[in-house]
């Protein structure tokens, strides 16, 4: 019985090792956005796993990049900044929003940035550019996560698509 016992455990562990052996990598980003129609404000907040940004960061500047203790916060900031507006973009009827950067912190092993859009109206139409690490990562998905009021739609990006174009009224 003890054979037995012992030759199970032993199979298991090598489909197990087998297994693993093939997984593959998985990128994946989150952001939220949400609209306070009572203050016609965006709030916007990304989240990417720390070391995939880190890595992006060190593929783009000759800079030694560190996250999570920063090494250069102001440089960090700079280059999240344009990252965030270079691969995020919002249109509320055809005309694209100013997105303003306010920050990031980090929270276990990921970076959350956040940003908002002030001054707004409840669009007819909505379009979202979302190319967050996708050129970097081929295998990249983003989800978008959208709150108006107590309506909630997420939507599931990735290479093959990076444009969400919608009525808001359907949302």
Not at 35 to 50: A, D, G, H, P, S
Not at 88 to 98: A, G, M, T, V, Y
Not at 103 to 108: A, K, P
Request: one cysteine or more; charged letters at 20%.
């Amino acid at each position: 019985m003890l054979k037995i016992k012992i030759c199970t455990l032993f199979f298991f562990m090598i489909i197990l090792f087998t297994l693993s052996s093939f997984t593959h990598d998985f990128y994946l980003s989150i952001t939220e956005v949400v609209y306070v129609e009572e203050k016609q404000l965006l709030k916007l907040t990304t989240r990417i796993f720390t070391d995939d940004m880190e890595a992006y960061l060190n593929s783009q500047t000759d800079q030694a990049i560190q996250l999570s203790p920063d090494h250069n916060s102001l440089l960090i900031d700079g280059l999240i900044k344009d990252f965030f507006k270079q691969n995020l973009k919002i249109f509320f009827d055809n005309s694209q929003l100013e997105i303003n950067y306010l920050g990031r912190q980090y929270q276990e092993d990921q970076i959350l940035i956040f940003a908002e859009v002030m001054g707004l109206t409840s669009p007819t139409n909505y379009k979202i550019q979302n190319t967050i690490l996708i050129p970097f990562r081929p295998k990249q998905q983003n989800i978008v996560r959208i709150k108006n009021g107590l309506i909630k739609k997420s939507f599931l990006m990735d290479k093959s698509k990076t444009i969400l174009n919608q009525l808001w009224i359907n949302l």
